[in-house]
């Protein structure tokens, strides 16, 4: 599924990424963890396309394909989702239609027909339900005054409304009271599936309680420094992070 | 000093230039160096941007009201009417005067539009609009001149108390362009709503001017502009509201939100709140941006492309002016032209 080589990348000229390398095949959940500063944030706008984050050496690619090379549309059209830490509010554009025009712009750029309105309006109020979303909220702004804790839900709500493969979810654990973090954690292991893999970057491990991870690897000055089993993301809990040095 | 006298009487020294402060962004007299013919008689087949919604048809061809009465609306049925200023004449000048008189209690939708039909017209007109007690009038303005047209239009409003007016008034500019509105507002209950959206691009200019005038207790105000601007295009906006002595009760809100597309485009605002009476209600707000990278980051990693997910900023952006037109025909006519011309910026 996902395979990344040797990824360097810098942020204004600062370099962040310093020769990552992470395998994560289909049907598998990795958990990223490490201290801030670590490069957690920047892993995820590299792979999805973020203007300001250039790559310098290395490879990432999806079922073979490079994605490094694509925009961030074309990235999303193949499948990758990034869950945000921090949604954008999007004025004026009510949440359903954000959504529709994003999972059209898709099936487009794939070749695939549109979906239409009922189709499309019955899958939303299913997902809405089971994520316990107020079908009014789909109405409004996308955003638009919603507490933390909805736009996390919302992000979900968007991740199985547009069905991804690769799933990457930034910390998305911090701002939820733990029914919040429930409810959340339910909607991402119900799209758990052999065709998906998810990266899920976490810097505590409570979020992993709830989404059980396959590996765990901790991030640490811009590579991956360790990897293990769950009981990885146990001892780094207990015992922080500091035997894998502090963040550059 | 404007546009109307200098075409009345041939004379270039009565346009308004960059010396007066109220036109300083809109100098007319540094591009008009000659007195241009007047334009010839002309007319033009029923239709315009709202000829779908009915109601009268009022056509101003190159300036001619002749056989054309005042607007008089009474009576307990609202009206509709389509007031087109049509300009055909290129490199003509000519100017027109309306008179609309609203009585008491009654209410008019009045769809105006301003089409440009040749280049480098000099086009003026003046619209002398008033509500009596409780009347009612939606305006709503469409205009579509020439890109080297000159076009100014002015209307004044006399409210009456208890009289509710609003308007929305939407442009793609010219080379020069004002449109202005006056408001004389006794308070006692009446509202007004200015709203206004300039769309431009390439070189063109628009201003929109307002000044409203609070005259007595308990009026309101209400004013939303928004404006996107790309190339090597100009807006204006100037908004004033004064608050006479003792027009207390007033409650004024005015918001100006511009978006520059184009390092080269350009943005001038002056919203000014005079106020010289006590207990009032009054705020003011003005942003000059761009487009938030960040949301269009967000819209692209969803799926959407580039370009397509800037035009959904900027028609939602431009929506919420839109989306306040109490008129729903004439709404979703103005949604369409602005996502055409939205389209095409």
New interface residues.
């Given amino acids: 599924m996902l395979s990344i080589q040797n990824l360097h990348a810098t942020v204004a000229d600062k370099p962040i990424l310093k020769g990552l390398t992470l395998d994560l095949p289909a049907g598998e959940v990795h958990a990223i963890m490490g201290p801030n500063g670590a490069g957690k944030s920047t892993l995820s706008y590299v792979l999805?396309?973020?203007?300001g984050y250039e790559v310098s050496e290395g490879s990432a690619t999806l079922d073979g394909e490079d994605l490094l090379g694509l925009?961030?549309?074309e990235?999303?059209?193949r499948g990758v989702?990034?869950s945000?830490q921090y949604?954008?509010?999007?004025?004026?554009?009510p949440a359903l239609t954000?959504?529709r025009?994003?999972?059209n712009?898709?099936r487009k750029?794939r070749g695939e027909p549109e979906v239409s309105a009922p189709a499309f309006l019955k899958q939303a109020r299913e997902t809405a339900a089971a994520l316990k979303i107020d079908f009014d909220m789909l109405k409004r702004?996308l955003n638009v005054g919603f507490s933390g804790g909805e736009k996390k839900r919302m992000e979900i709500f968007?991740m199985a409304m547009?069905s991804p493969r690769l799933l990457i979810l930034d910390e998305t654990d911090s701002g939820l009271d733990i029914d919040a973090l429930k409810i959340v954690a339910a909607g991402v292991n119900a799209m758990r599936s052999p065709g998906r893999a998810m990266l899920v970057i976490t810097h505590y491990q409570r979020l992993l309680d709830y989404i059980r991870p396959d590996r765990v690897h901790v991030l640490s000055a811009g590579r991956i420094v360790a990897s293990g089993g769950p009981e990885l993301a146990h001892e780094l809990e207990r015992e922080g992070y500091d035997k894998y040095g502090k963040a550059a | 000093m404007t546009l109307a006298t200098a075409l009345k009487t041939g004379d270039l020294t009565k346009l308004p230039s960059r010396r007066d402060e109220d036109w300083r962004w809109t100098d007319l007299r540094g591009l008009i160096r000659a007195v241009p013919p007047a334009s010839p008689q002309a007319s033009v087949a029923p239709g315009g941007p709202f000829a779908d919604l009915g109601g009268d048809e009022l056509a101003v061809v190159n300036g001619r009201t002749d056989g054309l009465p005042d607007l008089v609306v009474e009576g307990p049925a609202a009206q509709l009417a389509r007031l087109r200023f049509v300009s055909t004449a290129a490199g003509g000048g000519h100017q027109a005067r309306i008179r609309i008189s609203v009585k008491p209690g009654a209410s008019l939708t009045l769809l105006e539009s301003y089409e440009g039909r040749a280049a480098g017209y000099l086009a003026s007109a003046d619209l002398d609009i008033s509500l009596g007690e409780g009347a009612s009038v939606e305006r709503i303005v469409l205009a579509d001149d020439d890109a080297e047209a000159v076009s100014v239009s002015t209307a004044s409003v006399n409210l009456s108390p208890g009289a509710a007016y609003s308007q929305t008034v939407m442009t793609t500019g010219a080379r020069r362009q004002r449109l202005e509105t006056r408001i004389a507002h006794p308070g006692a209950g009446a509202t007004a709503r200015l709203d206004g959206a300039y769309l431009l691009s390439a070189q063109r200019h628009a201003d929109l001017t307002t000044a409203v005038d609070h005259g007595g207790l308990n009026g309101a105000t209400n004013q939303l502009t928004k404006g996107v601007v790309r190339d090597q295009a100009r807006g204006v906006f100037q908004g004033r509201i004064v608050v006479e002595r003792g027009a207390d009760g007033t409650d004024a809100r005015m918001r100006h939100q511009a978006l520059i597309l184009s390092e080269r485009a350009e943005v001038d605002a002056k919203p000014e709140l005079l106020i010289f009476a006590d207990d009032v209600q009054c705020a003011h707000g003005n942003t000059i941006g761009a487009l938030?990278?960040?949301?269009i980051?967000?819209?692209?990693?969803?799926?959407?492309?580039?370009e397509?997910?800037r035009a959904?900023?900027t028609?939602?952006?431009v929506?919420?002016v839109i989306d306040r037109i109490g008129h729903d025909g004439a709404r979703e006519i103005a949604r369409a032209w602005a996502e055409a011309q939205l389209g095409s910026l």
Avoid: H, K, N
């Fill in positions: 999805t396309g973020r203007e925009d961030p549309s990235r999303a059209a989702f990034l945000f949604p954008l509010e999007i004025p004026g554009v954000f959504i025009t994003a999972l712009a898709q750029a702004s968007q547009l | 938030d990278e960040e949301a980051f967000y819209a692209m990693q969803r799926g959407v492309p580039a397509q997910a959904m900023l028609t939602a952006f929506g919420e």
